[in-house]
Each structure stands twice: as structure tokens, then as C-alpha cells.
Nanobody, 124 residues
């Protein structure tokens, strides 16, 4: 089973940027990959995903500010985050699943594998 490790979280002021990275233990070329976050007391919130064909999808909270991308080596996934807001604060998770429909259906609850998460704190 593929394992995921996130990094790149931290504390920034509103308007700042962060790039999150996710390293997979194996080639994920046949997997759906994505990012979601969870704030204290709130439900999981999907952000963006990238399918095996390279197509991307963004949830409303991420559109225009976040960019999901993957490296050619197919073991690294990224989330570039710009214009960060205090409401972006939370634990950010990289996730994957061999069910490729999860990406096309934006089904973030369906991801069966996730990393340990990385904390992002945005101050006003």
C-alpha cells in the first residue's frame, strides 16, 4: 500500500504563500491524488485533486488561489497556496486512492489513503 508524507506547512500572515509537498512511497501514476484539509471542530474539506490523465479539479475555496501539481517522477505531489486567509488555517492532508472515479466525482471522503497531515496557520 502506498504511504504518503506531507511537508511544507507552517505559520504565515494573511496574504502570504506556502507550498505543500507530498512524497509517496511508490509511483502513483494509476492513482487519483488530492489534497484536503480539516480545521478543529469542522468537517473534512476537499481542496483539489489530480487524476491519472493529469486533469485537475478544484473546490470553490481553492479556485484561483491554490494550484495542485505533480512531479514527472510520479512520487511527488504539490499544493501551491497563494493569498492565504485566516480561514485557511487547518491540518492539510495529501490523499490517494486507486479508485480513479474519486477524482472525477470530487469525492474527498472516498480517499482511502492519507498522510499524517501538516499544519498550516494563517494569522491576520
Amino acid at each position: 500500500e502506498v504511504q504518503l508524507t506531507e511537508s511544507g506547512g507552517g505559520s504565515v500572515q494573511a496574504g502570504g504563500s506556502l507550498t505543500l509537498s507530498c512524497e509517496a512511497s511508490r509511483d502513483y501514476r494509476n492513482y487519483c491524488m488530492g489534497w484536503f484539509r480539516q480545521a478543529p471542530g469542522k468537517a473534512r474539506e476537499g481542496l483539489a485533486n489530480i487524476a491519472i490523465d493529469g486533469s485537475t479539479r478544484y473546490e470553490e475555496s481553492a479556485k484561483g488561489r491554490f494550484t495542485i501539481s505533480r512531479a514527472d517522477n510520479r512520487t511527488s505531489l504539490y499544493l501551491q497556496m497563494n493569498s492565504l486567509k485566516p480561514e485557511d488555517t487547518g491540518v492539510y492532508y495529501c490523499a490517494t486512492d486507486p479508485n480513479v472515479r474519486i477524482c472525477f466525482e470530487n469525492n474527498y471522503e472516498g480517499f482511502g489513503i492519507r498522510g499524517q497531515g501538516t499544519q498550516v496557520t494563517v494569522s491576520s
